[in-house]
Protein backbone atom coordinates (compact mmCIF):
# COMPACT_ATOMS: atom_id res chain seq x y z
CA UNK A 1 0.00 0.00 0.00
CA UNK A 2 1.17 3.17 -0.25
CA UNK A 3 2.60 5.46 1.89
CA UNK A 4 -0.13 8.22 1.75
CA UNK A 5 -2.58 5.80 1.44
CA UNK A 6 -1.89 3.58 4.87
CA UNK A 7 -4.24 4.61 7.54
CA UNK A 8 -3.05 6.67 10.36
CA UNK A 9 -3.58 6.20 13.91
CA UNK A 10 -4.56 7.77 16.63
CA UNK A 11 -3.80 7.52 19.94
CA UNK A 12 -6.29 8.75 22.78
CA UNK A 13 -9.22 9.97 24.50
CA UNK A 14 -11.77 11.24 22.13
CA UNK A 15 -13.26 13.84 24.84
CA UNK A 16 -9.83 15.14 24.84
CA UNK A 17 -9.31 18.50 23.16
CA UNK A 18 -6.13 18.19 21.95
CA UNK A 19 -7.13 14.59 20.39
CA UNK A 20 -10.21 16.10 19.00
CA UNK A 21 -8.15 19.14 16.70
CA UNK A 22 -6.26 16.14 15.39
CA UNK A 23 -9.12 14.12 14.24
CA UNK A 24 -10.62 17.35 13.16
CA UNK A 25 -7.31 17.75 11.00
CA UNK A 26 -8.12 14.43 9.57
CA UNK A 27 -11.88 15.15 8.96
CA UNK A 28 -11.33 18.23 7.21
CA UNK A 29 -8.73 16.45 4.98
CA UNK A 30 -11.09 13.53 4.06
CA UNK A 31 -8.58 11.17 5.52
CA UNK A 32 -9.47 7.43 6.92
CA UNK A 33 -8.15 6.87 10.10
CA UNK A 34 -8.26 4.90 13.01
CA UNK A 35 -8.93 5.87 16.60
CA UNK A 36 -7.34 3.85 19.48
CA UNK A 37 -8.58 4.87 23.18
CA UNK A 38 -6.03 5.51 25.52
CA UNK A 39 -7.18 6.35 29.35
CA UNK A 40 -4.45 8.24 30.82
CA UNK A 41 -6.38 8.68 33.91
CA UNK A 42 -6.74 5.12 34.32
CA UNK A 43 -5.36 3.91 37.74
CA UNK A 44 -1.94 3.50 37.76
CA UNK A 45 -1.04 5.95 34.81
CA UNK A 46 -1.23 5.60 31.40
CA UNK A 47 -0.60 2.53 30.00
CA UNK A 48 2.83 0.97 29.88
CA UNK A 49 2.58 0.73 25.96
CA UNK A 50 1.37 4.33 25.33
CA UNK A 51 4.29 5.71 27.55
CA UNK A 52 6.24 3.99 24.52
CA UNK A 53 4.69 6.23 22.19
CA UNK A 54 4.55 9.32 24.46
CA UNK A 55 7.23 9.26 27.21
CA UNK A 56 5.07 11.96 29.09
CA UNK A 57 1.84 10.14 29.27
CA UNK A 58 0.23 12.84 27.29
CA UNK A 59 -2.59 12.21 24.54
CA UNK A 60 -2.51 12.37 21.85
CA UNK A 61 0.04 10.17 19.78
CA UNK A 62 0.31 9.47 16.30
CA UNK A 63 1.24 7.07 13.74
CA UNK A 64 1.22 6.74 9.79
CA UNK A 65 3.00 4.40 7.62
CA UNK A 66 6.09 3.95 10.40
CA UNK A 67 6.36 7.37 11.39
CA UNK A 68 5.18 8.05 15.00
CA UNK A 69 4.69 11.95 16.48
CA UNK A 70 3.08 13.30 19.64
CA UNK A 71 2.14 16.38 20.53
CA UNK A 72 -0.99 17.96 18.74
CA UNK A 73 0.45 21.09 16.85
CA UNK A 74 3.40 18.65 15.42
CA UNK A 75 1.01 16.32 14.12
CA UNK A 76 -1.31 18.41 12.70
CA UNK A 77 1.08 20.27 10.63
CA UNK A 78 2.47 16.98 9.36
CA UNK A 79 -1.22 16.35 8.32
CA UNK A 80 -1.55 18.97 6.11
CA UNK A 81 1.59 18.34 5.02
CA UNK A 82 2.08 14.92 4.79
CA UNK A 83 -1.73 14.07 3.35
CA UNK A 84 -3.63 14.59 0.56
CA UNK A 85 -6.93 17.30 0.78
CA UNK A 86 -7.64 20.06 1.28
CA UNK A 87 -4.90 22.88 2.70
CA UNK A 88 -4.96 23.71 6.46
CA UNK A 89 -2.29 26.33 6.66
CA UNK A 90 -2.35 29.62 4.72
CA UNK A 91 0.30 29.95 1.75
CA UNK A 92 1.06 33.72 2.83
CA UNK A 93 3.83 33.64 5.26
CA UNK A 94 2.11 36.98 7.66
CA UNK A 95 -1.22 34.32 7.91
CA UNK A 96 1.09 31.29 8.47
CA UNK A 97 3.07 33.09 10.83
CA UNK A 98 -0.56 34.38 12.80
CA UNK A 99 -1.54 30.94 12.59
CA UNK A 100 0.79 29.49 14.71
CA UNK A 101 0.80 32.39 16.98
CA UNK A 102 -2.68 31.75 17.50
CA UNK A 103 -1.84 28.26 18.27
CA UNK A 104 1.14 29.05 20.84
CA UNK A 105 -1.04 31.08 22.59
CA UNK A 106 -3.72 28.49 23.32
CA UNK A 107 -0.98 26.10 24.23
CA UNK A 108 0.73 28.12 26.44
CA UNK A 109 -2.20 30.43 27.80
CA UNK A 110 -5.52 29.72 26.84
CA UNK A 111 -5.84 25.67 27.31
CA UNK A 112 -4.74 25.75 31.05
CA UNK A 113 -7.13 28.98 31.71
CA UNK A 114 -10.36 28.27 29.98
CA UNK A 115 -10.57 23.97 30.15
CA UNK A 116 -8.84 23.48 33.89
CA UNK A 117 -9.39 26.70 35.34
CA UNK A 118 -12.53 26.95 34.42
CA UNK A 119 -14.65 24.41 32.69
CA UNK A 120 -13.02 21.65 34.56
CA UNK A 121 -13.98 23.41 38.02
CA UNK A 122 -17.34 25.05 36.88
CA UNK A 123 -18.30 21.66 35.44
CA UNK A 124 -16.84 18.67 35.75
CA UNK A 125 -15.41 18.24 39.14
CA UNK A 126 -19.64 19.69 40.59
CA UNK A 127 -21.21 16.70 38.12
CA UNK A 128 -18.55 14.11 39.95
CA UNK A 129 -20.10 15.13 43.37
CA UNK A 130 -16.41 17.83 44.10
CA UNK A 131 -16.65 21.34 44.85
CA UNK A 132 -16.10 23.98 42.91
CA UNK A 133 -13.13 25.83 43.67
CA UNK A 134 -14.27 29.17 43.53
CA UNK A 135 -11.66 30.58 43.70
CA UNK A 136 -9.68 29.27 41.48
CA UNK A 137 -12.37 30.30 38.56
CA UNK A 138 -11.98 33.63 39.89
CA UNK A 139 -8.33 33.85 39.51
CA UNK A 140 -8.84 32.57 35.94
CA UNK A 141 -11.50 34.50 34.58
CA UNK A 142 -9.32 38.05 33.89
CA UNK A 143 -7.04 35.26 31.88
CA UNK A 144 -9.78 34.02 30.47
CA UNK A 145 -10.89 37.46 29.12
CA UNK A 146 -7.30 38.27 28.03
CA UNK A 147 -6.79 35.16 25.95
CA UNK A 148 -10.31 35.89 24.26
CA UNK A 149 -10.11 39.19 23.53
CA UNK A 150 -5.91 38.92 22.11
CA UNK A 151 -6.97 35.87 20.00
CA UNK A 152 -10.34 38.44 18.69
CA UNK A 153 -7.64 41.06 17.63
CA UNK A 154 -5.66 38.85 15.96
CA UNK A 155 -8.63 37.48 14.13
CA UNK A 156 -9.34 41.32 12.59
CA UNK A 157 -11.89 40.93 10.84
CA UNK A 158 -11.36 38.10 8.74
CA UNK A 159 -13.89 35.00 8.42
CA UNK A 160 -11.56 33.10 9.79
CA UNK A 161 -8.92 33.02 12.57
CA UNK A 162 -6.03 33.59 10.45
CA UNK A 163 -7.53 34.61 7.44
CA UNK A 164 -9.84 34.25 4.99
CA UNK A 165 -10.29 30.26 5.17
CA UNK A 166 -10.17 27.40 7.93
CA UNK A 167 -6.76 26.40 9.29
CA UNK A 168 -5.25 24.77 11.82
CA UNK A 169 -5.52 27.82 14.16
CA UNK A 170 -9.32 27.41 13.80
CA UNK A 171 -9.07 23.13 14.82
CA UNK A 172 -6.97 23.81 17.62
CA UNK A 173 -9.37 26.43 19.34
CA UNK A 174 -12.91 25.21 18.45
CA UNK A 175 -12.20 22.03 20.54
CA UNK A 176 -11.35 24.31 23.90
CA UNK A 177 -14.53 26.84 23.41
CA UNK A 178 -16.66 23.96 23.04
CA UNK A 179 -16.19 22.85 26.60
CA UNK A 180 -15.56 26.52 27.79
CA UNK A 181 -18.66 27.66 26.77
CA UNK A 182 -20.63 24.80 28.29
CA UNK A 183 -19.63 27.33 31.81
CA UNK A 184 -21.62 29.91 32.73
CA UNK A 185 -18.44 32.07 32.76
CA UNK A 186 -18.01 30.83 29.12
CA UNK A 187 -21.10 31.46 27.84
CA UNK A 188 -21.09 35.40 29.21
CA UNK A 189 -17.17 36.30 28.00
CA UNK A 190 -17.56 34.76 24.28
CA UNK A 191 -20.80 36.30 24.46
CA UNK A 192 -19.20 39.84 24.64
CA UNK A 193 -17.00 39.05 21.30
CA UNK A 194 -18.87 39.61 18.75
CA UNK A 195 -16.29 38.16 16.34
CA UNK A 196 -15.55 35.29 18.10
CA UNK A 197 -19.76 34.35 18.19
CA UNK A 198 -19.74 34.64 14.39
CA UNK A 199 -16.76 32.48 14.30
CA UNK A 200 -18.42 29.88 16.80
CA UNK A 201 -21.09 29.89 14.67
CA UNK A 202 -19.45 29.31 11.85
CA UNK A 203 -16.85 26.28 12.84
CA UNK A 204 -19.36 24.16 14.94
CA UNK A 205 -21.42 24.04 12.20
CA UNK A 206 -19.04 22.23 9.78
CA UNK A 207 -19.19 18.69 9.08
CA UNK A 208 -15.58 17.77 10.87
CA UNK A 209 -17.48 19.95 14.30
CA UNK A 210 -20.44 17.34 14.22
CA UNK A 211 -18.77 14.04 13.16
CA UNK A 212 -16.21 14.59 15.96
CA UNK A 213 -18.62 15.43 18.57
CA UNK A 214 -18.45 13.37 21.56
CA UNK A 215 -19.68 13.99 25.51
CA UNK A 216 -17.73 15.72 27.63
CA UNK A 217 -15.29 13.58 29.73
CA UNK A 218 -17.75 14.82 33.06
CA UNK A 219 -20.56 13.32 31.43
CA UNK A 220 -19.34 9.73 31.39
CA UNK A 221 -15.92 9.88 33.49
CA UNK A 222 -14.54 10.81 36.75
CA UNK A 223 -12.03 13.81 37.00
Known amino acids: ?22 RLALEE ?47 TRYIDEALPGSRLQPTHPRSRARMTQLISILDSY ?7 GVYVERIARPATGSAADEARIAAALPKAALCLR ?49 WWDRVSRRPSFMRTQVPPRHASHTV
Open 1 to 22: MPEVLQKPIVFGAPYSVYVRAV
Open 29 to 75: KDIAYELVPVDVFAPGGPPAEHLLRHPFGKIPAFEHAGFCLYAAAAI
Open 150 to 198: TIAELMDDASWLAGTAISLADLHTAPMFALFRLAPEGQRLLGRKDRLVR
Open 110 to 116: AYRTLVW
